[in-house]
T-cell receptor, first 111, second 113 residues
Framework: EDKVVQSPLSLVVHEGDTVTLNCSYEVTNFRSLLWYKQEKKAPTFLFMLTSSGIEKKSGRLSSILDKKELFSILNITATQTGDSAIYLCAVEANAGNMLTFGGGTRLMVKP | NAGVMQNPRHLVRRRGQEARLRCSPMKGHSHVYWYRQLPEEGLKFMVYLQKENIIDESGMPKERFSAEFPKEGPSILRIQQVVRGDSAAYFC???????????FGSGTQLSVL
């Protein structure tokens, strides 16, 4: 059975801090790994990673994938209160592009 | 360009009633996915549909649950004879093709009394 594990479960930081969120996976026939941000509503897409070692960056957020060690990290620098959300990691494996989600990391950024 | 639209946002049902959840994918998207999220848990895949076809329903309970995506109109997730354990947020997502970047709707929060 495909498995995606995120850590930590929750995290409280202050504005300006840098955070690193972790996602490890065990899946058959890995195709891609995705990060989503979920506030009160719909999960919104952040990154899609398919190749090892290539960092994807969007503003203060960046992510990288290690296909040998089967994990990905999501970094957020200079955090802001608007970064408070649940961050979800998902892996696409096998055919049919269904995603297996991890349990999420709940990030709270205090002013 | 409207995103994925789900309705209703909140649905309250008594045990034994039926729940119908609707999802209109983004314009141009022909692939629809339904996920369920329990409190403090990640999203769990239920079913993947294309127009008029169920592609994969391996995550959907065999009994009481059904899904359709007709040629015209929204995708419907139907839960018959709801039980308290069905209470969850149900998210729909769509994509334009068979790749994994999914766009999610805002979800329907189902509460079973």
């Amino acid at each position: 059975e495909d498995k995606v594990v995120q850590s930590p479960l929750s995290l409280v930081v202050h504005e300006g801090d840098t955070v690193t969120l972790n996602c490890s996976y065990e899946v058959t026939n890995f195709r891609s790994l995705l990060w989503y941000k979920q506030e009160k509503k719909a999960p919104t897409f952040l990154f899609m990673l398919t190749s090892s070692g290539i960092e994807k960056k969007s503003g203060r957020l960046s992510s990288i994938l290690d296909k040998k060690e089967l994990f990905s990290i999501l970094n957020i620098t200079a955090t802001q209160t608007g970064d408070s959300a649940i961050y979800l990691c998902a892996v696409e494996a096998n055919a049919g592009n269904m995603l297996t989600f991890g349990g999420g990391t709940r990030l709270m950024v205090k002013p | 360009n409207a995103g994925v639209m789900q309705n209703p946002r909140h649905l309250v049902r008594r045990r034994g009633q039926e729940a119908r959840l609707r999802c209109s994918p983004m314009k141009g998207h022909s692939h629809v996915y339904w996920y369920r999220q329990l409190p403090e848990e990640g999203l769990k895949f239920m079913v993947y549909l294309q127009k008029e076809n169920i592609i994969d329903e391996s995550g959907m309970p065999k009994e009481r649950f059904s899904a359709e995506f007709p040629k015209e109109g929204p995708s419907i997730l139907r839960i018959q004879q709801v039980v308290r354990g069905d209470s969850a947020a149900y998210f729909c997502a769509s994509s334009p093709g068979s790749w994994a970047k999914l766009f999610f709707g805002s979800g329907t929060q189902l509460s079973v009394l």
